[in-house]
């Protein structure tokens, strides 16, 4: 490999390799020993590389046991739009609007598709998730995250797109964060049980206008509450 003179220039060097060996996640990189002689640059410049190739879940480092491929998640991507989107907000701008509007457009774009293929056993999932919503709903008053976000990443399984799936995922987790961190997670939970069951029943009758008016419909109850908390703050 050509030598490399700086930290990024390391970083480039270590992903060729993981590309031209065809390593996946959780397969072994070279030991630090190792690259340093594969990219001919010092041990500091390999572990600021490897450190910075860690934070954004390209390679993954336990202590004691050597370096491996990431795992190659969006969750830096989560963590860069929920922090860009709290500071924001906190400054007065309507970034979580705008977060929502742009999950939004992702979601009730693809809905009316999954509506076109989604098979019987899938919909039986999405029902059940809705049943235990409506169980926490009553237990707790209030829908667990964890099971709301079941539902989302269920809902688009059937395109069999699993970057479209992490994406959505990623928007979801974002849109929660921020809320959460900026105490903007309030929720009428039998509204919500109510809005995601007419998202079921659209599937059921294998309607897709009526899957994604329910899911605008989903949204529209979300921007009301952003907008009504925005007026009071």
């Keep these: 490999m050509a030598r490399a003179t700086r930290t990024e220039d390391v970083q480039v060097q270590i992903k060729r390799l993981i590309l031209e060996r065809g390593l996946a996640p959780g397969d072994p990189l070279p030991t630090e020993a190792e690259l340093v002689a594969l990219i001919d640059v010092s041990r500091n410049s390999v572990r600021e590389a490897l450190k910075a190739l860690q934070a ?12 491996y491929v990431g795992s190659l998640s969006l969750d830096p991507f989560v963590e860069g739009m929920a922090f860009r989107a709290a500071v924001r907000q906190r400054l007065g701008e309507p970034s979580l609007y705008e977060l929502m509007e742009v999950r939004e457009a992702l979601e009730a774009g693809l809905i009316a598709q999954v509506a076109r293929v989604i098979p019987q056993e899938d919909i039986a999932v999405l029902s059940g998730l809705v049943a235990e919503m409506e169980h926490e709903a009553e237990r707790d008053g209030r829908v667990s995250a964890a099971t709301d976000r079941a539902f989302h990443l269920a809902l688009y399984r059937p395109i069999n797109n699993h970057l479209l799936s992490e994406v959505l995922d990623a928007f979801w987790a974002a849109l929660r964060r921020v809320r959460t961190e900026l105490a903007d997670d309030h929720q009428d939970p039998e509204v919500t049980c109510r809005q995601h069951r007419a998202i079921v029943d659209a599937f059921e009758a294998r309607d897709g206008e009526r ?5 605008r419909h989903h949204f529209g109850g979300i921007r009301k509450r952003l907008t009504e908390n925005a007026t009071r703050g």
Aim: glycine letters at 12%; aromatic letters at 6%.
């Design 211 to 215: 899957a994604a008016e329910a899911m």
């Design 56 to 67: 954004v879940c390209i390679v993954e480092i336990r202590h004691g046991y050597g370096t």
